[in-house]
C-alpha cells in the first residue's frame, strides 16, 4: 500500500511540471494577415493554410512604431488595440504555444506592410 502511495505523490508533483513542459514548446511560423480583431489574428502561411492564433495581454506584439505608440498611450491612461498596429496584408513572424484547439499567439512580429 505505501508503494501505491508514494507513486501517487510523486504523479502529483511531477504532472504539472510535465504539462508546463509541453505547454511551453514555441512553434514559429510565417505568413500574411488574413484577418485581425482584438483577441485573434489569422494569418495565410507561406504553404497556403489558414491559422487562426488567440491574442492577450500576454502576446509581445512587435512592429516598427508600435512602442512608440504603446508609451504616448500608456501617458494618456489608455491602451492601444491590437487592431491599430497589425493590418490585413501585413506579412508577419508568429511565435506560439500550440494548445490543442487553441494556438495562443506568444509573438507576432510584424516583418512588412504599412502601419
Not at 29 to 36: E, K, P, W
Not at 59 to 66: F, M, P, V, Y
Given at each position: 500500500m505505501k508503494r501505491f502511495v508514494g507513486i501517487g505523490i510523486v504523479a502529483l508533483f511531477v504532472a504539472p511540471f510535465a504539462a508546463a513542459a509541453l505547454a511551453a514548446d514555441?512553434?514559429?511560423?510565417?505568413?500574411?494577415?488574413?484577418?485581425?480583431?482584438?483577441?485573434s489574428v489569422t494569418i495565410k502561411t507561406d504553404d497556403n493554410q489558414e491559422m487562426t492564433f488567440a491574442i492577450d495581454d500576454k502576446?509581445?506584439?512587435?512592429?516598427?512604431?508600435?512602442?512608440?505608440?504603446?508609451?504616448k498611450a500608456k501617458k494618456e491612461g489608455k491602451a492601444v488595440p491590437v487592431t491599430d498596429i497589425l493590418k490585413v496584408d501585413d506579412k508577419v513572424q508568429v511565435k506560439y504555444h500550440d494548445m490543442g484547439e487553441t494556438k495562443h499567439a506568444a509573438e507576432v512580429r510584424k516583418v512588412s506592410g504599412k502601419m
Open positions: 514555441t512553434v514559429k511560423t510565417n505568413g500574411t494577415i488574413s484577418a485581425v480583431a482584438a483577441d502576446t509581445k506584439i512587435i512592429a516598427r512604431g508600435a512602442s512608440t505608440m504603446i508609451k
